[in-house]
C-alpha cells in the first residue's frame, strides 16, 4: 500500500555540525510534504513544508529538499543544537479537499555536545 | 494565541473502565483530528472531523472507540472498557480547513495508561 518511511530510525550528530533526515514515499499523486518535530512529552510541531512544484524550500537553519523522482523527502538541519534533539517525522499529503495525512515512523535526531 | 488543548495530560484507568478525552481546537479551526501515538512509534491516525461531522472514521481500532464534537468545536474520544493495549498517548490535532496541505496544530496529548 501507499506508506512513507524514513531510511534511519536514529541518527547521532555532533553540536555544530549539520543533520540530514531522509524520508521515502511511495504515493506519487502526493504534492505537499511536511516536517515535524517532536520533542519528548510533547505533541508533534510544525518545522517547514514543501509543495511538489518545488525542489528546495528553506527556513530558519533549516531546508527541505524534495526529489519526485525517486521519491525522496529530506531534512537538512544546519549547525544543530542541543535543542534539536526531537523525533522527527515526515507526513504527505495531497492539497485540495480532504486526504488524510500519512506520517513515517519517524527518526530520533541525538545532538552530541 | 492559544493552541490547542487536551485534558486530562494524563490518565491512569484500570481495565474494563470508560475513558474520555477532550480536545479544544484552535479557535476558527474547522478540522480536527484524532491520533494514537505509542511509545516509540509514529502517529496512528484515528478519525478526523470537518465541523462537527466526521467523514473519515477509517482509523478507530475497534467499536469500542467512539469520538464526537459539538460547536464545531470541543471534541471528546471516548474508549469504552478500556484494554492494556490501549495504552498510548492520544494526539488532537486541528488546521484551518479540510482542505489537504493545510498545517496541522498538535496538542500536547493524553497518556493514557491502562492498568
Known amino acids: 500500500g501507499e506508506s512513507v518511511g524514513l531510511h534511519l530510525p536514529t541518527l547521532s550528530v555532533q553540536e555544530g555540525d549539520n543533520s540530514i533526515i531522509n524520508c521515502a514515499y511511495s504515493?506519487?499523486?502526493?504534492?505537499?510534504f511536511i516536517w515535524y518535530k517532536q520533542e519528548s512529552g510533547k505533541g508533534p510541531q510544525f518545522i517547514i513544508d514543501?509543495?511538489?512544484?518545488?525542489d528546495k524550500r528553506q527556513g530558519q537553519r533549516v531546508t527541505v529538499l524534495l526529489n519526485k523522482t525517486v521519491k525522496h523527502l529530506s531534512l537538512q538541519i544546519a549547525a544543530t543544537q542541543p535543542g534539536d534533539s526531537a523525533v522527527y517525522f515526515c507526513?504527505?499529503?495531497?492539497?485540495?479537499?480532504?486526504?488524510?495525512?500519512?506520517f513515517g515512523t519517524g527518526t530520533k535526531l541525538q545532538v552530541i555536545p | 494565541g492559544a493552541g490547542v488543548s487536551q485534558s486530562p495530560s494524563n490518565k491512569v484507568t484500570e481495565k474494563g473502565k470508560d475513558v474520555e478525552l477532550r480536545c479544544d481546537p484552535i479557535?476558527?479551526?474547522?478540522?480536527l483530528y484524532w491520533y494514537r501515538q505509542r511509545l516509540g512509534q509514529g502517529l496512528e491516525f484515528l478519525i478526523y472531523?470537518?465541523?462537527?461531522?466526521?467523514?473519515?472514521k477509517s482509523g478507530l481500532p475497534s467499536d469500542r472507540f467512539s469520538a464526537e464534537r459539538t460547536g464545531e468545536s470541543v471534541s471528546t474520544l471516548t474508549i469504552q472498557r478500556t484494554q492494556q493495549e490501549d495504552s498510548a498517548v492520544y494526539l488532537c490535532?486541528?488546521?484551518?480547513?479540510?482542505?489537504?496541505?493545510?498545517?496541522?496544530?498538535f496538542g500536547p496529548g493524553t497518556r493514557l495508561t491502562v492498568l
Open positions: 507526513a504527505e499529503n495531497r492539497a485540495g479537499g480532504y486526504q488524510k495525512v500519512t
Open positions: 504515493n506519487s499523486a502526493s504534492d505537499y
Open positions: 490535532a486541528s488546521s484551518f480547513n479540510m482542505g489537504g496541505g493545510n498545517e496541522q496544530f
Open positions: 514543501i509543495r511538489s512544484n518545488m
Open positions: 479557535s476558527g479551526h474547522t478540522a
Open positions: 472531523f470537518q465541523g462537527n461531522s466526521a467523514p473519515d
